[in-house]
């Protein structure tokens, strides 16, 4: 008994280690939530969790469906879209899921025909359309694709690095700005920095 308790404390020994010293496991924290509902991965240990901010405690939590995830982001429909980096059998996948039955309702994965992959960052966004646009960091890669998986729009990043060229940049993220957001932009860069917009970027 008592070495299963000594077990017990080092393997939480263990993952606190991990999780405040690897940079790799740091937690992240993901503001797009819904209402109280603060979604954070902890990705050395393939797990997200849901925060209630009013109660001020973890309301959710899963692992073993991901591997290394990224992004978990809750939907306006209940669901997580979430970035799965390693857990398609070393692959990547983007899956959407119902948290309280874990049933997939909607995935776009790597395999052998489709070598979808990219082994940390990555992340993706659920656009107005339906579509979802997703980044595959490592090879500096990102694609829009349909809820039947139909890439529409691609982007690769033409930035090489080393005398083969064969090192492409990665892009860590890119993100859908929508008609509103671009607009917003336009005036700001008419508008003086003393404009009297509290949302001015330079105040």
């Given at each position: 008994m008592r070495f299963?308790?000594?077990l017990f404390f080092f393997f939480l020994f263990f993952c606190s280690f991990c999780f405040f010293f690897n940079d790799t496991a740091t937690t992240e924290i993901y503001t797009l939530?819904?209402?109280d509902a603060l979604p954070i991965s902890l990705r050395s240990l393939s797990t997200i969790a849901v925060v209630d901010l009013s109660e001020q405690k973890v309301t959710w939590?899963?692992?073993g469906m991901w591997a290394y995830q990224h992004q978990p982001t809750i939907l306006?429909?209940?669901n997580i879209l979430i970035f799965d980096n390693l857990g398609q059998e070393g692959k990547s996948k983007v899956i959407e899921f119902n948290p309280c039955t874990q049933e997939v309702v909607w995935a776009y994965r790597g395999n052998a025909d489709n070598d979808f992959r990219t082994v940390d960052m990555g992340s993706q966004q659920r656009l107005s359309n339906g579509n979802t646009l997703i980044t595959?960091?490592?090879d500096g890669r990102v694609f829009e694709v349909t809820p039947d998986n139909t890439i529409v729009w691609e982007?690769?990043?033409p930035q090489r690095s080393t005398t083969n060229n064969d090192?492409?940049?990665t892009i860590f993220e890119m993100v859908r700005i929508n008609s509103i957001?671009?607009?917003q932009v336009r005036k700001w860069r008419s508008a003086p920095i003393d404009s009297h917009d509290p949302d001015h970027p330079e105040k």
């Open positions: 299963v308790v000594v939530s819904l209402h939590a899963l692992l306006p429909n209940g595959e960091s490592r982007f690769i990043n090192l492409i940049a957001n671009r607009n």
